[in-house]
């Protein structure tokens, strides 16, 4: 247990000080602004805002920057922010499928409808270092020309698993109308129900939620999964306003959404169908998307009736429990903070175990 | 839930104002008329929810900050705004336009700032849209060597 200390004042505003220095580096060199950040570090932007569970790019830019870099200290940041503010309400569930689409994949179905879009992708790049990026001046524009292929997406692509459901291959996901728990509002319990493990992935820290997803690919709860789609995309914000007494549109956010295809489930009565992963995060991360999916469907063990072979992502508890990176930080990092009275316990337990291990042995002598 | 007409109009001149980038919404609209507060504008979030498998059982994504305000106009007509982000201007002006489009000024006003939002709109969807489709491949399955 770490200890309530005082005095070092002075110390700690000099450190401030300094690190506000260091924050602000050589100022030979131009500052960077915040509008910098929010629009050329987009997908750090992104990153902060999906585990800071806050969708503001300024807020989130921002936090970058007073973070020098820092992403968990950023999300750490944000969430203080967020605990200041009043919830206004929840918004009606975002419809996907009415995704203004920039991206759209299939790795299951080559031709689809709606197409496959690539959008501005990492994908086929060849990861060589660009040097003319190092150099001055701006990248030319692009010459505007006409789309080469054929038409527009339009407003409404329909999801991949739309044309599964069709045939009963795979597992309908029924609209329900629940109002969902909520981890920022009551402590998390176990069981969690799907949509409470949702709502812990898509805000938990990306390197732990890939890293789940990851061995489960390589055989620690492996569910065969296949991406059936992915899609990035802008999607309507809409809010049910009791003093109109209708819904209206507050906004509209980034969003990346993966569902994957897995293998199958079935019983005496139904025959066997596919089943499914769901990965929804804030702005374009589709690793996190990804990942998201495949830790939703290795958690879902239980209701699908499989066996839980001790995979680590299975655990629930561990899942849940462990993704949250500020949570994580804080008690791994409160460590160095005083812990001068258990540790001055400690040091009397060890010279009382030494000098009696010591006498045990001179006595033998 | 089907709305009125009158709602359904209402709702879209809402979020067209809510969707406006503040700085362009401020040029098409920049002196305000005579108002009572009713509400102050405060910033707070709103909880997006996202449905398992994109149509299953409703979860919590994360929040959006959201900066909302009421208020009247001399004439009587209550204005509401609901603006994403934290702009107290923005969601004044929304909350004044959407009392002001209730008078006999509407159509004044939706040419001058409602039209002009949509096509912004419209064009940047379009540009977006373009690149996209610019960017559809199709994808040709090779043979493989044990596909005799």
Redesign the interface.
């Known amino acids: 247990m770490y200890v309530a200390v005082k005095g070092g004042e002075r110390a700690i505003d000099a450190a401030h000080a300094w690190l506000a220095e260091e924050r602000r580096g050589d100022r030979g060199i131009a500052a960077l602004s915040v509008a910098q950040i929010r629009t050329q570090l987009t997908l750090a932007v992104n990153r902060v805002m999906a585990e800071g569970s806050l969708y503001d790019p300024d807020l989130a830019a921002l936090a970058i920057k007073q973070a020098r870099g820092d992403l968990i200290e950023a999300v750490f940041l944000i969430r203080a922010y967020r605990t200041t503010l009043p919830r206004f309400g929840a918004s009606i569930p975002v419809d996907t499928a009415r995704m203004a689409v920039i991206r759209r994949v299939s790795a299951t179905f080559k031709d689809l409808p709606g197409g496959q879009i690539l959008g501005p992708t990492f994908d086929y790049t060849h990861r060589l270092l660009d040097f003319a990026l190092m150099a001055e001046g701006d990248a030319p524009l692009p010459q505007k020309e006409a789309p080469t292929t054929g038409d527009a997406p339009s407003a409404h692509i329909p999801h991949v698993m739309e044309f599964l459901n069709r045939d009963d291959l795979i597992e309908t996901e029924a609209p329900i109308d629940a109002t969902p728990p909520d981890l920022t509002r009551e402590p998390m319990e176990l069981p969690a129900a799907r949509a409470l493990r949702l709502q812990a992935l898509a805000r938990g820290d990306e390197g732990f939620v890939l890293s789940m997803a990851y061995s489960t690919q390589r055989g620690y709860g492996r569910t065969h999964a296949f991406v059936g789609e992915l899609r990035i995309g802008m999607v309507a914000v809409q809010m049910h306003i009791p003093e109109l007494g209708f819904a209206i549109d507050i906004g509209e956010v980034e969003l990346t959404e993966c569902e994957t295809v897995n293998q199958f489930k079935g019983s005496k009565t139904v025959p066997p169908q596919f089943t499914r992963g769901y990965g929804l995060i804030f702005g374009q991360s589709e690793r996190k998307a990804i990942s998201m999916s495949l830790c939703d469907r290795a958690l879902r063990w239980r209701e699908l009736g499989e066996d839980n072979i001790g995979a680590p992502a299975q655990d629930e508890e561990f899942v849940l429990m462990h993704a949250d990176n500020v949570q994580a930080t804080g008690f791994l990092e409160h460590i160095k903070l005083p812990h001068y009275v258990d540790f001055q316990s400690e040091l009397e337990l060890i010279r009382r175990l030494r000098s009696e291990a010591i006498a045990a042995r001179e006595a033998a002598e | 839930?089907t709305?009125s007409p009158e709602?359904?109009d209402?709702?879209a001149w809402?979020?067209q104002l809510?969707?406006a980038k503040p700085d362009r919404l401020r040029a098409l609209f920049p002196t305000l008329p005579p108002y009572e507060v009713l509400r102050p504008a405060?910033?707070?979030?709103?909880?997006?929810?996202?449905?398992?498998?994109?149509?299953?059982?409703?979860?919590?994504?994360?929040?959006?900050?959201?900066t909302?305000c009421?208020l009247r106009l001399t004439t009587g007509e209550v204005g509401?705004g609901?603006?994403?982000?934290?702009d107290k201007d923005h969601a004044t002006r929304a909350a004044i336009l959407d009392a002001l489009l209730q008078t006999d000024q509407s159509s004044a006003l939706r040419a001058a700032v409602l039209a002009p939002l949509a096509a912004d709109e419209t064009a940047h969807?379009?540009g977006?849209?373009?690149?996209?489709?610019?960017?559809?491949?199709?994808?040709?399955?090779l043979v493989r060597g044990e596909d005799k």
């Open positions: 839930m709305n709602a359904t209402r709702a809402i979020g809510a969707r405060e910033i707070g979030t709103v909880m997006v929810q996202g449905r398992a498998g994109g149509t299953g059982a409703p979860f919590n994504l994360g929040e959006v900050t959201v909302r009421a509401h609901h603006v994403q982000g934290r969807r379009a977006r849209a373009a690149k996209a489709a610019a960017t559809k491949v199709e994808f040709f399955t």
